[in-house]
């Protein structure tokens, strides 16, 4: 990368600000826009660093991406803590632009490939089943004190519209998984994991589309599994857990629980950790961060499970 572009993303414009000149100027967040925008980097592949935005960078990330750019998709609380680390207390679209530009640089952030266009519409079905359940959950939490008729019938009614919309999505996951070879091969390796079910397999591919492409450590920090430990001169504290993505965390939890029984090799560490004491929350912990750990190990090597078990 011969250059460092910070881009601020707003609903209707897009700031951006150069690093190596400290040019900065300002697009229309739309086809056009962007277009120019592209012609103004130039070609020369430049490290694009911004942050994560929802359906706002989505055609930014198609169209750079596509122009041979190295794309940094920041999350906006670590972009935050960094301009504290820095001192930076003014907040614009153009000083952020250029904030994300010096993140780039100073952190050497790693470019990394961006979402297809098959994944952005996975991810968006994901998310959508995710608030349904939510929505179900609900229903069926007012059903058990709801008394009047009336709101019991319209309760049912949505439980049943709420049902039916999750199998649509469950439907239309599985169509897109198997209309991409690369995800498919991805989600036999997950699901031949004892532990791992159909809507885990897709979470975690959703969750986590660097799976397999990294080493243990990295897998099981980017999950926010891996031990922190805290010392400072003779203070000895608690190893912790922390950061991360908490909707893969969220989604591992399950999995862990039905590998302790169904899994030979999780259910041992299981048992070895609850038999020298430790606490059952932090074995489940452990076992969820040898899950990850296993599943990234597996599709790195394109293997499933049954040919790596004893």
């Known amino acids: 990368m011969q250059d460092t572009i910070g881009i601020d993303i707003s609903k ?9 000149d400290g040019k900065h100027m300002q697009f229309d967040n ?3 826009g962007l277009k120019t925008l592209c012609g103004w980097i130039g070609k020369a592949p430049a490290r694009v660093v911004y942050e994560a935005t929802g359906r706002y960078h989505r055609d930014l990330e198609s169209m750079l991406g596509a122009a041979g750019h190295g794309l940094v998709k920041v999350n906006p609380n670590r972009a935050r803590k960094f301009a504290q680390a820095v001192g930076q207390g003014a907040k614009t679209d153009r000083v952020d632009a250029a904030l994300l530009a010096r993140m780039g640089a100073v952190l050497s952030l790693e470019a990394k490939p961006a979402r297809t266009d098959s994944m952005h519409e996975i991810r968006e079905l994901h998310v959508a089943r995710i608030g349904l359940i939510k929505d179900r959950t ?14 019991l019938a319209q309760l049912r009614a949505r439980l049943r519209q709420v049902e ?17 070879a690369d995800l498919v091969r991805r989600y036999e390796v997950l699901m031949s994991i004892p532990g ?6 897709v979470a975690m591919i959703v969750e986590m589309p660097e799976i397999g492409t990294l080493s243990g450590k990295e897998a099981a920090s980017l999950a926010g599994l891996a031990p922190i ?13 922390g950061g991360g993505r908490g909707a893969l965390r969220t989604t591992l939890y399950m999995p862990a629980l039905v590998s302790i029984r169904y899994n030979a090799q999780l259910g041992q560490v299981y048992r070895t950790l609850s038999g020298a004491g430790k606490r059952a929350k932090g074995a489940i912990t452990a076992v969820m961060r040898k899950l990850i750990v296993l599943a990234n190990a597996l599709i790195r090597d394109d293997r499933k499970w049954a040919q790596t078990a004893p």
Do not use: F, M, Y
């Open 12 to 20: 209707d414009t897009v700031d951006v600000h150069r690093l190596s």
């Open 30 to 32: 739309n086809k056009a």
């Open 138 to 151: 609900a229903c069926r939490n007012r059903l058990h004190g709801a008394r009047n008729q009336v709101v």
């Open 164 to 180: 039916k919309q999750i199998d649509q999505i469950d439907v239309e996951l599985r169509r897109l998984v198997a209309e991409d």
């Open 196 to 201: 791992i079910g159909p809507i885990a397999a």
């Open 229 to 241: 430990t805290h010392e400072s001169g003779k203070w000895k504290g608690r190893s912790k857990i």
